[in-house]
């Protein structure tokens, strides 16, 4: 009982970061501040949203989908993004043990909105590799010690691969990519490096191909294989 009881816990706190994930994605986009304005509001009437209308998934399907006040749709995406941490936090903490869980959900918190604002603004924040920096750090301090001065020389490798590109191309890879890449190198490990390279940038060819947009986001790839790796090195645990 007290099994189902915590894992139900941790996908109701998963959700509550998935809405405070919800407006680290919608603000910088919007082009607001991130603690202004204070509450939230709605984007159509700017009317301030009621705490009882602001509960992760709960409120959009008692609200319909609509602003309580002007009945403006809302997005279908924050529903999904609370749903979508609800269940990533809710797998961590049954596969992992508490620390690895607690500094998985972190890297989650910090990267995914990471993704939205660069596909749409070319921006990656700065929280999203420092704290996936000191979450990866942590994990090899307690889990993978015997192997961080390889995963270090990882992380640097790919440092230099991507500078190189970044000196040839200049404008064609940005200076967000340069940290997160290495940080993401680090964290799955100096094993699975070269595929973290190569799957990122094949994602990004294909995504240039399909967009017909020669300027890549480099770094939404960089953040989804690299936590799908991190997520298969902590499970096999090399």
Not at 104 to 111: C, K, L, N, Q, R
Not at 177 to 188: M, N, Q
Request: hydrophobic share 55%; glycine share 8%; charged share 15%.
């Amino acid at each position: 009982m007290w099994d189902k009881v915590s894992l139900l816990f941790w996908f109701v706190i998963g959700t509550i970061f998935g809405s405070f994930a919800n407006v680290l994605i919608y603000r910088p986009i919007a082009g607001l501040k991130l603690t202004e304005p204070r509450f939230s509001i709605c984007p159509n009437c700017r009317k301030s949203i009621a705490w009882y209308d602001n509960i992760p998934i709960l409120s959009f399907i008692l609200l319909r989908g609509k602003c309580r006040h002007c009945g403006a749709q809302i997005s279908i995406r924050y529903p999904l993004v609370e749903l979508g941490f609800g269940v990533s936090f809710l797998v961590n903490h049954i596969l992992f043990p508490m620390d690895v869980a607690l500094l998985t959900d972190a890297i989650f918190v910090a990267s995914v909105p990471a993704i939205f604002t660069d596909l749409k603004l070319m921006l990656l924040p700065d929280y999203t590799w420092m704290t996936t920096l000191a979450s990866a750090f942590l994990i090899n301090i307690f889990h993978f010690r015997t192997s961080m001065i390889l995963d270090i020389f990882g992380a640097l490798l790919s440092l230099g691969i991507l500078a190189v590109l970044k000196i040839k191309y200049r404008d064609g890879i940005g200076e967000g990519d340069l940290f997160l890449l290495p940080v993401y190198s680090f964290a799955v490990g100096f094993l699975f490096m070269p595929l973290l390279l190569f799957s990122a940038s094949f994602g990004g060819i294909v995504y240039s191909l399909l967009s017909k947009n020669r300027v890549i986001p480099f770094g939404p790839f960089i953040i989804i294989f690299g936590y799908s790796l991190l997520f298969v090195r902590l499970i096999l645990m090399v």
